[in-house]
Nanobody, 129 residues
Framework: QVQLVESGGGLVQAGGSLRLSCAAS????????MGWFRQAPGKEREFVAG???????????YIGDSVKGRFTISRDGAKNTVSLQMNSLKPEDTAVYYC???????????????????WGQGTQVTVSS
């Protein structure tokens, strides 16, 4: 099993920034990708960003269309953490943000939430106008 713990959520004004972190523990050696998804009330779970690695220090990042240019994803393989830097936040970014990890995800499927095997509890991000 892999355990994921998110941190860094909170309340911020529009235009502000937040940094989310996800720490993985347990059998992290089985995972090859991690991602961030978000879900607002009454809406479907949405892909925000993801990363798939090909070795401890080689990875590709993928960003969702709705946050492109504002959010970036990074990974620290030695610490088994993935971070999501969120800049220029908008009220529509308000949601619960979930970290997820997968053991068999191809790059073409990294945006699909049903491809992920492990999920964190989520952290609330609220952007006020």
């Amino acid at each position: 099993q892999v355990q994921l713990v998110e941190s860094g959520g909170g309340l911020v004004q529009a235009g502000g920034s937040l940094r989310l972190s996800c720490a993985a523990s347990g059998r992290t050696s089985v995972t090859i990708a991690m991602g961030w998804f978000r879900q607002a009330p009454g809406k479907e779970r949405e892909f925000v960003a993801g990363t798939r690695w090909y070795g401890e220090n080689t990875y590709n990042g993928y960003i969702g269309d709705s946050v492109k240019g504002r959010f970036t994803i990074s990974r620290d393989g030695a610490k088994n953490t993935v971070s999501l830097q969120m800049n220029s936040l908008k009220p529509e970014d308000t949601a619960v943000y979930y970290c997820a990890a997968g053991a068999q995800i191809s790059a073409v499927n990294i945006r699909r939430h049903d491809e992920y095997d492990y999920w964190g509890q989520g952290t609330q991000v609220t952007v006020s106008s």
